[in-house]
């Protein structure tokens, strides 16, 4: 069994860094990228979903795990989204922008 993965954002880190990752292990498998690098996804990873959005990412019930790369000012709504759909996320530093934020989704 692998983990379905969900990957916000495909610029140098989800890329050069998350991708690879999740490519090089077999116990997991990306299933949605949301990006508008679309031949570039694709390129990398034909089997996922390509999506324009986080909530396409979110409504999926084969997404275990949820990696976030966006802008730092998108991380906590958008953590704070997919902790509310049951998802388990990894964001990048800054975890952030914010001690209340940062409070609010440990809470959550």
Not at 69 to 90: D, I, M, S, W, Y
């Amino acid at each position: 069994m692998s983990i379905g993965v969900g990957l916000v954002g495909y610029g140098a880190s989800g890329s050069v860094f998350h991708g690879p990752l999740i490519k090089a292990h077999d116990g997991f498998e990306m299933r949605a990228v949301v990006t508008s690098q679309f031949s570039q996804v694709n390129s990398h990873f034909p089997e996922a979903a390509l999506a324009e959005n986080m909530e396409q990412v979110l409504n999926r019930k084969d997404i275990d795990l949820i990696i976030i790369t966006a802008p730092n000012t998108l991380h906590f709504p958008f953590a704070r989204q997919a902790l509310a759909a049951g998802k388990h996320v990894v964001l990048e530093k800054p975890f952030v922008n914010n001690v209340r934020e940062g409070r609010e989704l440990i809470a959550l």
